[in-house]
């Protein structure tokens, strides 16, 4: 029952993760940078110590008595996937969200298997699985076929977006993506994806403040959240540093005070936008706390995200008025990212 409810725990987050980006659709007369920012403040500042409180009253006291060598590598491998989320946005814009989304996660599926495992190798730990491990088992070697089966998976989708830019015109490209751009796009959604992967670490990085929570009491359900606290200051001082210079060079600073936007929905959309945003790791935690496995849970949770983006993309038309042979192109890219990602669940519930 308990692995059960930590894969409809994962599917809820992954309807959250793929759907999130939705709202700011609704936002008009801002700069990207300028809604980014307002729907990350919510994501990494105000409603991750909310939801903390909520279920560990004393998530603080744990903060600040925890080991300072954790909470900075906490904070860096959330300072490092900041950069991925950054760039997220940015793949998404130029991609759109079935493309955007496929390139992106799968990348994250692939690597947030292999970070971990990497570190473990160079500062190694009881209990944790290094590379070294990985090679040397079936499971650990299923995990690399995986990997290898993911980057195929992003080749073929890659494929599919150069091939619906060929074919349809500039006037068809920006009814279904306003910005549909296939080299950039796939530039930063493959930077986004490497780095958004250092999450999963962030999170293993921080698991002494999880075990904590738990052995004071808690709700091991909800262990996790106060780790989030410190991982996503990491991603909020990325985005805000980046954003702020978008916003100085490109003059947006205006936008947040411009009364001829409709200020009152750009600010509740992006809001909606950033608390949907977090709900994907709210309930991502109470997944892996159900499931017991990190990498697992992980690459459990893109799937779900690839195949809720791209039901998106579908009800968008983003691959409207291309042909047959591109729409079985990213279909068959799809299907091998996901292939990957069983590859990579089986092979670590084999280990």
Excluded at 91 to 119: D, E, H, T, W
């Amino acid at each position: 029952m308990g692995v059960l409810f930590g894969v409809l725990f994962h599917l809820i987050g992954g309807v959250a993760s793929g759907s999130f980006y939705m709202p700011f659709s609704k936002v008009k007369g801002w700069k990207w940078e300028s809604y980014w920012i307002v729907g990350g403040l919510f994501s990494w500042l105000i409603v991750p110590p909310v939801a903390a409180y909520l279920t560990i009253p004393e998530f603080a006291e744990i903060i600040s008595s925890t080991n300072h060598t954790v909470l900075f590598f906490t904070f860096l491998m959330g300072l490092l996937w900041g950069i991925g989320g950054l760039t997220y946005g940015l793949g998404v814009r130029y991609l759109g969200m079935s493309l955007g989304n496929s390139v992106v996660l799968g990348f994250c599926s692939a690597f947030g298997a292999l970070v971990p495992s990497i570190y473990y190798n160079i500062f190694p730990k009881e209990g944790k699985t290094s590379l070294t491990d990985l090679l040397s088992n079936t499971g650990g070697q299923l995990v690399i076929l995986g990997v290898i089966v993911c980057l195929t998976g992003i080749f073929i989708s890659g494929k599919a977006g150069m091939m619906k830019e060929k074919e349809l015109p500039d006037e068809k490209k920006k009814e279904t993506v306003k910005e549909f751009n296939i080299k950039t796009g796939l530039f930063v959604a493959i930077v986004s994806g490497i780095l958004s992967a250092c999450f999963n670490f962030g999170i293993e990085a921080g698991k002494p403040m999880a075990e904590k929570a738990v052995e004071l009491g808690f709700n091991p359900l909800f262990q996790n959240n106060v780790t989030y606290v410190v991982l996503l200051w990491g991603g909020l001082t990325t985005n805000i540093i980046w954003c702020i210079i978008l916003n100085t060079r490109n003059k947006s600073f205006s936008d947040y005070t411009n009364k001829n936007t409709p200020l009152f929905n750009n600010y509740f959309f992006s809001a909606i936008a950033g608390t949907t945003w977090f709900l994907q790791f709210f309930f991502y935690g109470m997944g892996e706390s159900k499931l017991g496995n990190g990498a697992s849970s992980w690459i459990l949770h893109m799937a779900f995200i690839i195949l809720v983006s791209n039901l998106w993309g579908i009800v968008l038309k983003e691959w409207k008025g291309t042909s047959a042979k591109t729409i079985r192109t990213i279909i068959l890219g799809i299907l091998t990212i996901i292939a990957s990602v069983i590859i990579v669940g089986i092979g670590n519930a084999i280990k």
